[in-house]
């Protein structure tokens, strides 16, 4: 009776509970992609059109002189594909670094040259990790127009850009870069203007949203995620200053040769005095110090153990004379044996070698520094933030781990309109990609659960489940009791109430004891691999222990050897 209304109940729940646990996922977060709507003067989706607009560069590298030759070239692959993890939007697509452990160079032209001259600079794109990133660059650069027409396919580490942002890791070392080039107005040189401290990159699978705004006040701002990572000044912030110091040391003027920087000096007049004595020693003996009462001047400190004794076998002609074992003498427990000597004590009179005291050199003309003239290359620039003309976006990388996707790139002016962007796009992709997450977190600590504690009723349906929507035949498979269950339940309600309450019930009866049996046997496993730890624990609780074992197990032996003997 008590078995007819478990099972009755067991079947009602687990009907109610896996059709409503697979429909409850199924029906969250489906958004196909959308192309924006949004203008600006880059922006790249990497939709259908995409290569009409990048190109792959297989251009030699040109810092580089390694021996192996394969890395003398771009020849790292590119894709344009959806996610392979944390998948969000269908249909949307990225750009995708292919080949680990190689460079990657790929580039698009502007439609139009941007110059930034008196605007708002912003900056923005997604980098998805999924591939984790141990070390290589996931930065993009804004090329420089130059005088000859940009050529994407000559592409490489030495074309001139204006800005280099982006994450960038290897090992300890993570940063977002936020680098310029900035042109000195009057040697005509560019220098590599560097944050002097970048934040760090997200490592993460999930997508990253990267902003950087540039204003015409020369303030800058990097978000991550739309959270502000960092701000600053383009011309505080960065190393080498934008601006070379007004005055520099004058080269020509060179520290005289009488210059005296010494400020202290001992003292010329000053003499030995006649009762300073150099030898009188540190250490004298204590005359005031008397040998103690209970001194034993004649008592040696170790005497022959009294209770050893020859053992019956000593052969003295094999093996020599017999000598009892030394032990401490018991007598000296005060260290009160032996010739007495005086303790030594400090002696009142020891002086030292005598040194003239020190005194203010009156020669002394203070620290010598070379004379201020004023920086023959000395310029002001007081608006860095208005950059070069820009010709193109570019991805030139080295990275050992591939799987770096690109995705929603914004080029532009406008502050607002990159945040459109953004909540069209990212904030979307984020909600999804969070939904998954959770739920491997989520079976994280399920797994944890399995393996400290036997998951409950519920839990083990509730993975079912999961695993039913991904892969039906894996999940029958792994689970048969439930696949057969949920089978039964789902696609013949009708049947399963008749399971309730006919005969056949015998075969439902023995899943249930299969699904005690299994549950015991984990608990059993549980147990045993406890009581295995705890073996490994003791025996690794000290060496001590187990030295103390051996010896004793070696005497044992020796003792029935004896005995064998005897
Ligand atoms: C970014 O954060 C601000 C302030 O917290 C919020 O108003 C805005 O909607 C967020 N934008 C996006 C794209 O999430």
Request: with cysteine; aromatic share 10%; proline share 8%.
């Given at each position: 009776?008590?078995?007819?209304?478990?099972?009755k109940?067991?079947?009602?729940l687990a009907?109610?509970l896996v059709?409503?646990?697979?429909?409850?996922?199924?029906?969250?977060?489906?958004?196909?992609?959308?192309p924006?709507?949004i203008?600006?003067?880059?922006?790249?989706q990497?939709?259908s059109?995409w290569?009409?607009?990048?190109?792959?560069?297989?251009?030699k590298?040109?810092?580089?002189?390694?021996?192996?030759e394969?890395?003398l070239?771009?020849?790292?692959?590119?894709?344009?594909e959806?996610?392979?993890?944390y998948?969000?939007?269908?249909?949307?697509?990225?750009?995708v670094?292919?080949?680990?452990?190689a460079?990657?160079?790929?580039?698009?032209?502007?439609?139009?040259?941007?110059?930034?001259?008196?605007?708002t600079?912003?900056?923005?794109?997604?980098?998805?990790?999924?591939n984790?990133?141990?070390?290589?660059?996931?930065?993009?650069k804004?090329?420089?127009?130059?005088?000859?027409?940009?050529d994407?396919k000559?592409?490489?580490?030495k074309?001139?850009?204006?800005?280099?942002?982006?994450?960038?890791r290897?090992?300890?070392?993570n940063?977002?870069?936020?680098?310029?080039?900035?042109k000195?107005?009057i040697?005509?040189?560019?220098?590599e203007k560097?944050?002097?401290?970048?934040?760090q990159?997200?490592?993460?699978?999930?997508?990253?949203?990267?902003?950087?705004?540039?204003r015409?006040?020369?303030?800058?701002?990097?978000?991550?995620?739309?959270?502000t990572?960092?701000?600053?000044?383009?011309?505080?912030?960065?190393?080498?200053?934008?601006n070379?110091?007004?005055?520099?040391?004058?080269?020509e003027?060179?520290?005289?040769?009488?210059?005296v920087?010494?400020a202290?000096i001992?003292d010329?007049e000053a003499?030995?005095?006649?009762?300073?004595?150099?030898?009188?020693?540190?250490?004298?003996?204590?005359?005031?110090?008397?040998?103690?009462?209970?001194?034993?001047?004649?008592?040696?400190?170790?005497?022959?153990?009294p209770?050893a004794?020859?053992?019956?076998?000593?052969?003295?002609?094999?093996?020599?004379e017999?000598v009892?074992?030394?032990?401490?003498?018991?007598?000296?427990?005060?260290?009160?044996?032996?010739e007495?000597?005086?303790?030594?004590?400090?002696?009142?009179e020891?002086?030292?070698?005598?040194?003239?005291p020190?005194?203010?050199?009156p020669?002394?003309?203070?620290p010598?520094?070379?004379?201020?003239?004023?920086?023959?290359?000395?310029?002001?620039d007081?608006?860095?933030?208005?950059?070069e003309?820009?010709?193109?976006?570019?991805?030139?990388?080295?990275?050992m781990?591939?799987?770096?996707?690109?995705?929603?790139?914004?080029?532009?002016?406008?502050?607002a309109?990159?945040?459109?962007?953004?909540?069209?796009?990212?904030?979307?992709?984020?909600?999804?990609?969070?939904?998954e997450?959770?739920?491997?977190?989520?079976?994280?600590?399920e797994?944890m659960?399995?393996?400290?504690?036997?998951p409950?009723?519920k839990?083990?349906?509730?993975?079912?489940?999961?695993?039913?929507?991904?892969?039906?035949?894996?999940?029958?498979?792994?689970n048969?009791i439930?696949?057969?269950?949920?089978?039964?339940?789902?696609?013949?309600?009708f049947?399963?109430?008749?399971?309730?309450?006919?005969?056949?019930?015998k075969?439902?009866?023995?899943?249930?004891?299969e699904?005690?049996?299994?549950?015991q046997?984990?608990?059993?496993?549980?147990?045993?691999?406890?009581a295995?730890?705890?073996?490994?624990?003791?025996?690794?609780v000290?060496s001590?222990n187990?030295?103390?074992?051996?010896?004793a197990?070696?005497?044992?032996?020796k003792?029935?050897e004896?005995?064998?003997e005897e």
């Amino acid at each position: 009776m008590k078995q007819r209304v478990f099972t009755k109940v067991f079947c009602i729940l687990a009907s109610l509970l896996v059709p409503a646990l697979a429909e409850e996922d199924a029906s969250k977060n489906v958004v196909t992609f959308k192309p924006t709507e949004i203008k600006a003067p880059f922006i790249e989706q990497f939709t259908s059109s995409w290569d009409s607009r990048w190109e792959v560069s297989h251009s030699k590298k040109i810092s580089e002189s390694e021996n192996d030759e394969n890395l003398l070239q771009y020849n790292g692959k590119w894709a344009v594909e959806e996610p392979s993890v944390y998948k969000n939007i269908i249909g949307d697509k990225g750009l995708v670094v292919k080949s680990a452990a190689a460079h990657h160079a790929i580039s698009a032209k502007f439609p139009e040259v941007i110059d930034n001259e008196g605007k708002t600079l912003v900056v923005q794109y997604e980098v998805k990790l999924q591939n984790n990133l141990e070390c290589g660059g996931a930065y993009l650069k804004l090329i420089k127009k130059q005088d000859e027409e940009y050529d994407p396919k000559n592409y490489n580490d030495k074309t001139p850009y204006v800005i280099m942002f982006g994450p960038d890791r290897c090992g300890s070392t993570n940063r977002v870069h936020f680098i310029f080039r900035h042109k000195n107005p009057i040697t005509g040189e560019y220098e590599e203007k560097h944050l002097e401290t970048p934040p760090q990159a997200k490592i993460e699978k999930t997508t990253v949203l990267y902003t950087l705004i540039v204003r015409p006040d020369n303030t800058f701002e990097i978000k991550i995620n739309n959270k502000t990572a960092t701000t600053g000044n383009l011309l505080e912030s960065f190393k080498p200053s934008v601006n070379p110091p007004k005055e520099i040391d004058d080269p020509e003027d060179k520290k005289p040769e009488d210059w005296v920087d010494i400020a202290k000096i001992p003292d010329p007049e000053a003499t030995k005095p006649e009762d300073w004595d150099e030898d009188a020693p540190e250490m004298i003996p204590d005359e005031d110090a008397v040998k103690p009462d209970d001194w034993l001047d004649d008592e040696p400190e170790m005497i022959n153990d009294p209770d050893a004794v020859k053992p019956e076998d000593w052969d003295d002609e094999e093996d020599g004379e017999w000598v009892p074992v030394q032990i401490p003498n018991p007598k000296c427990e005060n260290n009160n044996c032996g010739e007495w000597t005086r303790p030594m004590k400090k002696n009142p009179e020891f002086k030292g070698k005598w040194k003239a005291p020190y005194i203010d050199n009156p020669d002394y003309k203070g620290p010598w520094a070379p004379r201020k003239i004023p920086n023959p290359n000395y310029y002001e620039d007081n608006e860095p933030h208005n950059f070069e003309p820009m010709t193109a976006i570019g991805f030139e990388l080295w990275t050992m781990q591939n799987q770096i996707m690109f995705d929603n790139i914004y080029v532009g002016h406008s502050e607002a309109d990159a945040e459109e962007f953004a909540k069209q796009t990212w904030v979307v992709k984020n909600k999804i990609e969070m939904i998954e997450f959770e739920k491997e977190a989520a079976k994280e600590k399920e797994e944890m659960l399995k393996n400290n504690g036997e998951p409950g009723l519920k839990e083990k349906i509730a993975v079912f489940a999961e695993e039913f929507k991904k892969d039906p035949i894996t999940a029958f498979k792994k689970n048969p009791i439930f696949g057969t269950l949920g089978f039964i339940l789902c696609a013949f309600p009708f049947a399963s109430l008749l399971l309730v309450n006919r005969p056949k019930r015998k075969g439902l009866q023995q899943t249930i004891d299969e699904l005690r049996e299994k549950k015991q046997e984990g608990e059993e496993e549980e147990k045993e691999t406890e009581a295995l730890e705890t073996e490994n624990v003791e025996e690794n609780v000290t060496s001590e222990n187990l030295k103390q074992r051996t010896k004793a197990e070696g005497e044992e032996e020796k003792e029935e050897e004896k005995k064998d003997e005897e």
